[in-house]
Every structure is written in structure tokens, then in C-alpha cells.
């Protein structure tokens, strides 16, 4: 959407020359250049992409998921001016301060996250999971209690199982912060038991036991990442570093 409106404003037409070249209504345009993302499907937005005769590119090598889309605009250095601009047109449209918080994390401006967090959880009762975000925001900050609140607050309300096991994936790298691999540990199993399907949970600890030179219980969780999720690339880069990391061990041995 961001590119199509871009494509747009280079050509400078308005919202009607648009509409009439796309093919589309005049309101419609005019909720694509609003980030309206709720009004278009992925199948429409690539009609558009093609008549405008604009290049699009497919990036499997993130997951095909929406994280992807996030990566790529804050890889851009586009994702918050463009968030910003959504949000100046409809300060009341909560997805817009999720995704510009999102963004926010990944630079590092970890406090003007937690503020984007917040408003989008007051706009839309709905996104009470964003409190995982926050949490996170939280722990790059050090406030390490302010995390744990967030994240009890969530696991005290029984949501779904991937949530809950969320909430504690978050809790565990609050105690691995401050030096208490033990509470990091319990916390793990209560994601596991939360969620004993869920690759996520086993790839974290993984990460938890590869930090620690652990190497064999890594081994074992990222293995099972792959048993659940056999196309997960990241975990078989992890296994092939710690096959690195311990023929390196061997050898100074």
C-alpha cells in the first residue's frame, strides 16, 4: 500500500486520475493512501502493483508471514513517517500505533513503543495481547517488574494457549536479563506446558541453552523445532553454529 501510494504521488495525480487508471472508486484510493489495511486483500493490492507496472518482489527466506511485511518496512526506514502520517488522518485507528509500535522496538526507541502500545490497547479493547509487546518493550528497558505486570496480567485472563505461552516466553528472557537462569528455566517449562506444540517455545530455549554453551540441550530443542516445523530455517542455521561451535571447542581441547 505504502509503494502503490508512493507510485502514486510520484506520477501526481489525484485521487480521481487514479481511480480512473486503476480501474477502482475514488474512495477507494482514497482509503489505500489512509493505510486502510482492513478494506484490501493481498490479491487486490497486487492487481494494483501490476497495472501500475511496478516490479514486486517475494521474500520466502523470513517465513511468509506478516512479521516479513514489518521487517521490510522498517528495513526501509519508511514503516513510522508512514505510520505517523496513518495516524495524523485517524488518531483513532489503533491497528496504525500497533504497527508504528512494532517499529518502534525494532529501532530501539523502546519508551515511544510502549506509548504506541498503550494507546492501541485504549482504542481497541481487543489487542489486550499487545501487553506481550509492551512487556518486551520493557524488558529492553530494564523495567523488569513493569514486564512481569503486563505479562500476569495477560496470563491471569486464561487467553488462548499460544498467548499464554507467549506471556511466559517473555517472562523467561526478563529473568535470563537479570542473571536468574533457574526462574528463566521454570519459566520456559510453563510455556511449554502452555503450549507443548508450539515451535516457538522450543526455539527461544534453544537460544536460552545456546547462550549458555549448553550445546546438547539446544541441540534437543532446536531438533524438535524442526520436528514440529521442519521448514524452519532459522533453526537449522542455529544447529549448524553450534556443530561449528563445538568442533571449535574440540579442537582447542
Known sequence: M???????ERRDWTQAQAAEFL???????????????????IDSLVQLIGLLGMELK????????????FAWLDSS??????FTKVI???????QSYRKRGQAYHQRGQYDLAIGDYTRAMELDSGLQYLRINRAQSYVCLGQFS?????????????PDAMTCSWAYITRASAQQA???????????????????????????????FESMHNFNAAIKDFSMVLELEPTNVQAKQHLEDICKKRGEHDDDE
Open 58 to 69: 517475494i521474500d520466502t527466506n523470513r517465513g511468509g508471514n506478516h512479521e516479513s511485511v
Open 2 to 8: 505504502l509503494r502503490i501510494s508512493r507510485e502514486i
Open 88 to 94: 495524523a488522518v485517524n488518531p483513532q485507528n489503533a
Open 178 to 208: 537479570q542473571g536468574n537462569e533457574q526462574g528463566a528455566l521454570a519459566e520456559y517449562a510453563n510455556a511449554i506446558k502452555a503450549a507443548p506444540e508450539s515451535p516457538s517455545v522450543y526455539f527461544h530455549r534453544g537460544i536460552f
Open 23 to 41: 480501474g477502482v472508486t475514488q474512495p477507494r484510493i482514497s482509503d489505500l493512501t489512509r493505510g486502510l489495511t482492513d478494506n484490501f486483500t
Open 146 to 158: 513493569a514486564a512481569f505486570l503486563d505479562c500476569d496480567f495477560l496470563i491471569a485472563q486464561k
Open 77 to 82: 526506514g519508511e514503516a513510522i513517517p508512514y
